[in-house]
């Protein structure tokens, strides 16, 4: 197993190796802009029924590897079906997004059933072995989880935005912030263990809303969380390699890369990555950073953004990704185009 898993050009790269051309996903690559994940989704009735029922989960993860030729999987689930398993109320309303039951107290947190999240999510746990038995053996599968602070912001706020009452606890109670944080850590050192032992090759940290904190309690609660939780599953799971995504940190994400231990970081789109790569503080792994926006817009221009970025990162282990998810909008030709492209680049110079 080992073995066979070091061939995988994703987990190379998560090992520090610079593999040419660089090994491909995209993030939300299941989804809407997908005509066959749209008949799914109507099958499933609501999102949430989506994510746990496993034949249909297992389905949507395979459709966008099956169509494109993805070098890895990402698990088909959210990030809020953490929070859901432990017991908070959560509904995607149709066109709105996911809105949550807000925890404006510490006894809303204390309401919680950690004890509950292992049959909670028990099926997605049946989704990764599912997934992991399907795959082509060269196919990466990447669990994932929120980060503990974009987690936080939404089971404070209750929905997405630019989480106003998260930011206020942060000064105004904020040993409510810290207490909801320490029970989403330790959650998700179960959760991403879990999806480890049941089959996913590596895991990656979805931290959305890490870019919206000052130094102080960037480092407070995005850089020391990460760094428990990556700590803890290389205790439980030696050798496991974890991918972090603190979106728009700007030069946070300098230490976040010094101080976390992850083997990889997501570069969102505002991120230069030769610039990046050239002040990151140690040998890590990059992951991006297309625009989304480009890629649904197509044109010369994508395939041109395509061919700088990777040549950009030339040397360095990248994994090429968009910097933020696929919009439904985008046409699933154009994807196509960016991996055909990307697949086809012959070594040497970037011609301007
Ligand atoms: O393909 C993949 O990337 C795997 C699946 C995945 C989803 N969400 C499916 C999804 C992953 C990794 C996520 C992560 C996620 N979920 C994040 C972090 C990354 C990011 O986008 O910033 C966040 C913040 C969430 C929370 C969330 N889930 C929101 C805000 C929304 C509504 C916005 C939207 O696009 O509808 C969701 C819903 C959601 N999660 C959908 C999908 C495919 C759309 C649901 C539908 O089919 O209607």
């Known amino acids: 197993m080992t073995g066979q898993r070091a061939e995988k050009p994703v987990l190379r790269v998560l090992g520090g190796e610079a593999v040419w051309p660089p090994p491909v996903w995209l993030m939300r690559q299941a989804g809407r802009y997908l005509p066959e994940y749209r008949k799914l989704r109507e099958k499933a009735g609501n999102f949430i029924a989506l994510c746990t029922t496993p034949p249909l989960a297992t389905e949507v993860t395979l459709q966008p590897v099956r169509r494109f030729g993805m070098d890895a999987a990402i698990l088909f689930s959210d990030i809020l079906i953490l929070p859901w398993a432990l017991g908070q109320k959560l509904r995607f309303a149709e066109g709105e997004g996911p809105r949550l039951e807000r925890i404006d107290?510490?006894?809303?947190?204390?309401?919680?059933?950690?004890?509950?999240?292992?049959?909670?999510?028990?099926?997605?746990?049946?989704?990764?072995?599912?997934?992991?038995?399907?795959?082509?053996?060269?196919?990466?599968?990447?669990?994932?989880?929120?980060?503990?602070?974009?987690?936080?912001?939404?089971?404070?706020?209750?929905?997405?935005?630019?989480?106003?009452?998260?930011?206020?606890?942060?000064?105004?109670?904020?040993?409510?912030?810290?207490?909801?944080?320490?029970?989403?850590?330790?959650?998700?050192?179960?959760?991403?263990?879990?999806?480890?032992?049941?089959?996913?090759?590596?895991?990656?940290?979805?931290?959305?809303?890490?870019?919206?904190?000052?130094?102080?309690?960037?480092?407070?609660?995005?850089?020391?969380?990460?760094?428990?939780?990556?700590?803890?599953?290389r205790v439980r799971h030696p050798g496991v390699k974890v991918i972090g995504f603190p979106r728009l940190g700007g030069l946070m994400t300098l230490p976040y890369i010094a101080d976390t231990g992850v083997d990889a970081v997501g570069m969102d789109t505002s991120v230069d990555p030769v610039a990046l790569a050239r002040l990151a503080p140690r040998r890590v792994a990059f992951q991006g950073n297309l625009d989304p926006l480009l890629l649904r817009a197509g044109g010369i221009s994508l395939g041109q953004a395509v061919e700088r970025i990777a040549r950009g990162l030339a040397g360095h282990p990248h994994i090429f990704n968009l910097g933020h998810g696929i919009v439904p909008d985008t046409p699933p030709e154009h994807v196509a185009a960016v991996i055909e492209r990307l697949r086809s680049l012959e070594p040497g110079e970037l011609e301007e």
């Open 105 to 233: 107290g510490l006894a809303g947190l204390e309401a919680l059933d950690p004890a509950a999240l292992r049959q909670g999510t028990e099926p997605v746990m049946e989704t990764v072995s599912r997934v992991r038995a399907e795959l082509p053996p060269e196919t990466t599968l990447i669990g994932f989880a929120g980060s503990p602070f974009t987690v936080a912001c939404y089971m404070i706020d209750g929905r997405g935005g630019d989480f106003p009452l998260t930011r206020e606890v942060a000064y105004a109670d904020p040993a409510l912030l810290a207490a909801v944080i320490e029970t989403v850590t330790t959650a998700t050192i179960d959760y991403l263990s879990w999806q480890i032992e049941a089959g996913a090759d590596c895991v990656m940290l979805f931290d959305s809303w890490a870019g919206l904190l000052p130094p102080d309690l960037f480092r407070a609660h995005v850089i020391h969380p990460t760094a428990r939780i990556v700590e803890q599953l």
